[in-house]
Structure formats: C-alpha cells, structure tokens
C-alpha cells in the first residue's frame, strides 16, 4: 500500500506517495522526472543507478525507498544545480571519458563520494573505488584520467 514519503533529493523536499519497498531508482526516475540516474542491471552490479545517500555511493535499484526518508539523496542532476557543471562532470568532457555515457552518471556519482572521502586518491585509490562500475564501451583509462583530473582541481 503507497505511504507519504519525504525524500531530500537534491536539496529539495520531494513528497511521494508510494509503496516503501518500491526501488529509489524507480521513484527517482518514474515519480519525480529525475531520469539521468540509469537502470543498468537491477542487481546493484554494473553501477549506473549510483546515486549518493548522505554523501556516499549507494546503487539505487537495490535501496527501498523508504530506507532513506529522511537522508539527504543526490542525483547526477544534483550535482549542477545552478547550470554550471561539477568538477568531475566537466573532466569527464574535458577528457572524453564517455563513449556512449550511459554508465557516465553512475560513474561520476561513484567519483563524487570518492573524492568527498579522499580527496587527493592515487590512481590504484581510483582504480579500486571504481572496480564495482561498469563501462560496456570500455573507457576505463579516460574515466580515471578524468577523476584524477577533477581531484587536482585542473578541469576547465
């Protein structure tokens, strides 16, 4: 049976009325027209439903909703709220770290909560945050360069 839900998505108060088992993934794409986090596998395998609950990475099609009412949720939207684009967003372009970029949100979403942990990581810091997000294309050098670019703060 649906129940109001307050969700702090985005630093904004969104009300839903649904059930509290329905995925976040699904409420953030299908009731509040939030639809750059992806479906990718529905498992919480491949990363592309990577959003951040309170600042860290969580995948979003395994997370009932009604888990983070409450928590402060952030989508890939969320992270240019007044048009101008996140560090890791404008690397990612700087680099051409996205081929098709369907994985691109997921993967900056996870870079995001990386670097809000540690903000100056390694490259082998990178590689072993990243190993759960998955690029079908295949750019994995690019996404790397990428996030070492945003945390040296030298994207354009």
Do not use: W
């Not at 649906?2 to 904004?12: F, G, R």
């Not at 860290?56 to 939207?77: D, F, H, N, W």
């Amino acid at each position: 049976m649906a129940k109001a839900i307050e969700l702090q998505v985005n630093n904004t108060t969104r009300p839903v009325a649904v059930e509290a088992e329905r995925s976040l993934l699904s409420v953030l794409r299908d009731e509040l027209d939030l639809t750059g986090t992806k479906y990718g596998c529905g498992e919480g395998q491949c990363g592309a439903c990577t959003v951040l609950i309170d600042g860290y990475p969580q995948r979003s099609c395994l997370t009932p909703v009604g888990s983070v009412a409450g928590k402060q949720i952030t989508t890939i939207e969320g992270l240019a709220p007044a048009g101008k684009l996140h560090p890791l967003q404008q690397a990612f372009l700087d680099v051409g770290a996205m081929q098709c970029a369907y994985c691109s949100p997921g993967m900056i979403m996870s870079a995001a909560g990386l670097l809000r942990r540690n903000p100056n990581p390694t490259r082998s810091e990178i590689v072993r945050f990243m190993e759960g997000n998955l690029c079908r294309c295949g750019t994995y050098p690019r996404i790397i360069a990428a996030i070492a670019l945003a945390a040296k703060g030298k994207s354009k």
